[in-house]
C-alpha cells in the first residue's frame, strides 16, 4: 500500500455497533483489522450477499483488502472514488474475478458456481460493449435464449424488461443509433429481463438525463420494494443521499464503513454533530445555547434565517431545544446538518475527494 493510503487510513478511527461497522486502523501503522459480520443464523445466508475475509490482488496492486461485508435486500450503494474497489467488489460478487483469499456467498450461491448464479444475478457493467447489427429488442430476446428461455417467455419478457426502462419508442432501433443514455437504460433491462434477485449496477445513472434519472431511482426504489438486492456504484454522493438503504464506503480497497449512513455518522464520536435550527429568533437562539457546555459552536446560518450548531452531545442538546421553545423563540424546524454521505465520507477519508 502506499504511504498516501496509509496515512489516510491511520486517520480512521475504529468503531463498531451491533449490526453496522466504522472500521479503520488505529496508532502508526499496526495491522489493519477489519470487523467480521455478525454470526449468520441458519437460513439466513440464503438471504444475503456475504463476504468473509475477502481479498482480491491484481499481482502487486491492491484491489480490496479483507472484506467483511453481509448485505441485505433492498438498495445498497458501494461508494468511493475511481480505484477505491467499487468495481473489483461487483467483479467478486458476480464470478468475473476470483478472490485471492476469502469466501463469497450470493443468496447461499457461490460464484464458482457461474451457470447457477447468474439465473438469480443480473450485472450491468459501466462500459458499453453490444453485437453489432442489433436492436434493442434483438439485443435482450437474443441473451434470453442463450441462456435457455423458450421463444414465447424470451419474447415476453424482453418486452417487459424494455418497457420498465421506458424505452418502448426505441426497442426496433439499432443500438448503434442510441443516445448515451439510452444504451444505459437498456444495458439495465439486459440485466433485469431474466428476472434475477440481485441486480449489480456499476455506475447506472451515468449519462441520464434528469427526467429519466428520476425514473431509474424510482425503478430502483420498486425492484428494492419487490425484495430484491439492488448493488449500485456510485462516486456521486447526493445521488447516493437520494437512493440507498445503506452504504458500503471504501477508501485504497478497504471498507471503512458500512450501514444505514444516519447510523454511521452517530458513531463518527470525534466530530461534533451538525445541527440546523430554523426560527424566527436565530441571534437569540444562538446567544442561549452557545452558554451550553454540550454546545461546540453556535453560528448563524448564512441566509440568516437560522443556527447551525455543533454539539458533542446531541440527545443532550434536544433536550435543550424543547426548554428554548418555552422561552419565546418559536422553533420551525430542527434537521442535522452533516449526516449525509458527503460529509461522513470527508469525516472518515480526510482529504480524499469521492466526487467527480
Same mark, same amino acid.
Given at each position: 500500500?502506499?504511504?498516501?493510503?496509509?496515512?489516510?487510513?491511520?486517520?480512521?478511527?475504529?468503531?463498531?455497533?451491533?449490526?453496522?461497522?466504522?472500521?479503520?486502523?488505529?496508532?502508526?501503522?499496526?495491522?489493519?483489522?477489519?470487523?467480521?459480520?455478525?454470526?449468520?443464523?441458519?437460513?439466513?445466508?440464503?438471504?444475503?450477499?456475504?463476504?468473509?475475509?475477502?481479498?482480491?490482488?491484481?499481482?502487486?496492486?491492491?484491489?480490496?483488502?479483507?472484506?467483511?461485508?453481509?448485505?441485505?435486500?433492498?438498495?445498497?450503494?458501494?461508494?468511493?472514488?475511481?480505484?477505491?474497489?467499487?468495481?473489483?467488489?461487483?467483479?467478486?460478487?458476480?464470478?468475473?474475478?476470483?478472490?485471492?483469499?476469502?469466501?463469497?456467498? *450470493?443468496?447461499? !450461491? @457461490?460464484? $464458482?458456481?457461474?451457470?447457477?448464479?447468474?439465473?438469480? /444475478?443480473?450485472?450491468?457493467? +459501466?462500459?458499453?460493449?453490444?453485437?453489432?447489427?442489433?436492436?434493442?429488442?434483438?439485443?435482450?430476446?437474443?441473451?434470453?435464449?442463450?441462456?435457455?428461455?423458450?421463444?414465447?417467455?424470451?419474447?415476453?419478457?424482453?418486452?417487459?424488461?424494455?418497457?420498465?426502462?421506458?424505452?418502448?419508442?426505441?426497442?426496433?432501433?439499432?443500438?448503434?443509433?442510441?443516445?448515451?443514455?439510452?444504451?444505459?437504460?437498456?444495458?439495465?433491462?439486459?440485466?433485469?429481463?431474466?428476472?434475477?434477485?440481485?441486480?449489480?449496477?456499476?455506475?447506472?445513472?451515468?449519462?441520464?438525463?434528469?427526467?429519466?434519472?428520476?425514473?431509474?431511482?424510482?425503478?430502483?426504489?420498486?425492484?428494492?420494494?419487490?425484495?430484491?438486492?439492488?448493488?449500485?456504484?456510485?462516486?456521486?454522493?447526493?445521488? *447516493?443521499?437520494? !437512493? @440507498?438503504? $445503506?452504504?458500503?464506503?471504501?477508501?485504497?480497497?478497504? /471498507?471503512?464503513?458500512?450501514? +444505514?449512513?444516519?447510523?454511521?455518522?452517530?458513531?463518527?464520536?470525534?466530530?461534533?454533530?451538525?445541527?440546523?435550527?430554523?426560527?424566527?429568533?436565530?441571534?437569540?437562539?444562538?446567544?442561549?445555547?452557545?452558554?451550553?457546555?454540550?454546545?461546540?459552536?453556535?453560528?448563524?446560518?448564512?441566509?440568516?434565517?437560522?443556527?447551525?450548531?455543533?454539539?458533542?452531545?446531541?440527545?443532550?442538546?434536544?433536550?435543550?431545544?424543547?426548554?428554548?421553545?418555552?422561552?419565546?423563540?418559536?422553533?420551525?424546524?430542527?434537521?442535522?446538518?452533516?449526516?449525509?454521505?458527503?460529509?461522513?465520507?470527508?469525516?472518515?477519508?480526510?482529504?480524499?475527494?469521492?466526487?467527480?
Amino acid at each position: 500500500m502506499s504511504a498516501q493510503g496509509m496515512k489516510m487510513l491511520r486517520r480512521i478511527p475504529l468503531f463498531f455497533k451491533e449490526g453496522l461497522g466504522v472500521v479503520g486502523r488505529h496508532g502508526n501503522g499496526g495491522a489493519h483489522h477489519p470487523l467480521p459480520p455478525p454470526p449468520l443464523r441458519r437460513g439466513t445466508e440464503d438471504r444475503q450477499i456475504v463476504l468473509e475475509d475477502v481479498s482480491k490482488f491484481y499481482g502487486e496492486v491492491l484491489g480490496v483488502n479483507r472484506v467483511n461485508i453481509s448485505i441485505p435486500p433492498g438498495i445498497t450503494s458501494l461508494v468511493g472514488p475511481n480505484g477505491s474497489g467499487k468495481t473489483t467488489l461487483m467483479n467478486l460478487m458476480t464470478g468475473l474475478v476470483r478472490p485471492t483469499r476469502g469466501r463469497i456467498t *450470493v443468496l447461499g !450461491i @457461490s460464484p $464458482q458456481e457461474p451457470e447457477r448464479l447468474f439465473r438469480n /444475478v443480473g450485472y450491468c457493467t +459501466q462500459y458499453d460493449s453490444f453485437p453489432r447489427g442489433l436492436t434493442g429488442y434483438q439485443f435482450l430476446y437474443s441473451y434470453l435464449r442463450l441462456s435457455g428461455q423458450p421463444h414465447l417467455l424470451a419474447d415476453q419478457r424482453a418486452a417487459q424488461a424494455i418497457e420498465r426502462v421506458n424505452l418502448n419508442p426505441a426497442a426496433h432501433r439499432h443500438i448503434a443509433g442510441y443516445s448515451k443514455g439510452m444504451r444505459q437504460r437498456i444495458k439495465l433491462a439486459q440485466a433485469m429481463c431474466h428476472n434475477p434477485s440481485v441486480l449489480v449496477l456499476d455506475e447506472p445513472l451515468n449519462g441520464l438525463d434528469p427526467l429519466i434519472r428520476a425514473e431509474t431511482i424510482a425503478l430502483f426504489r420498486s425492484l428494492a420494494q419487490e425484495g430484491l438486492h439492488v448493488i449500485v456504484s456510485s462516486h456521486v454522493l447526493h445521488e *447516493v443521499d437520494a !437512493i @440507498s438503504d $445503506q452504504v458500503v464506503l471504501l477508501s485504497n480497497g478497504y /471498507v471503512v464503513a458500512e450501514g +444505514q449512513i444516519h447510523g454511521v455518522r452517530e458513531e463518527i464520536r470525534e466530530q461534533p454533530m451538525q445541527i440546523l435550527i430554523r426560527c424566527n429568533k436565530p441571534r437569540d437562539l444562538a446567544s442561549q445555547v452557545f452558554q451550553q457546555d454540550c454546545v461546540v459552536e453556535a453560528r448563524i446560518h448564512a441566509d440568516g434565517g437560522g443556527v447551525l450548531v455543533k454539539t458533542r452531545d446531541a440527545d443532550r442538546f434536544y433536550l435543550l431545544l424543547n426548554r428554548v421553545a418555552q422561552n419565546g423563540i418559536d422553533i420551525e424546524s430542527v434537521a442535522p446538518a452533516d449526516d449525509d454521505v458527503l460529509s461522513v465520507y470527508e469525516y472518515l477519508i480526510g482529504t480524499e475527494e469521492p466526487t467527480k
